[in-house]
């Protein structure tokens, strides 16, 4: 599992300006299992993704087509983590 966090390196008129395109490329990966959990950071400097990917050059291959990448409105740093621990409606993210 995968928290990829988004810091915008531009203004947000811009950000604004790609949202739309960014928020299908965003859905298109739930569509496809990718991600499951997104949204923007308070304060809104960027945002968070979660993705369930096991394999961290697909992940990179996905960002590569996030319209915020390919324009440099975002960097993007990407922790992996094994969950050990949730609550138990989110017990599937628990490997065996």
Known sequence: MFIVNLTYVSDLEKIDHYLKSHIEYLNEQYRLG??????????????????????RNQLNKIIEKDPFKINGLAEYSIIEFIPSKCSKELEFLISN
């Open 34 to 55: 990718h991600f499951i959990a997104s949204g923007r950071k308070v304060p809104r400097e960027g945002g968070i993704i979660l993705s369930n990917l096991d394999d």
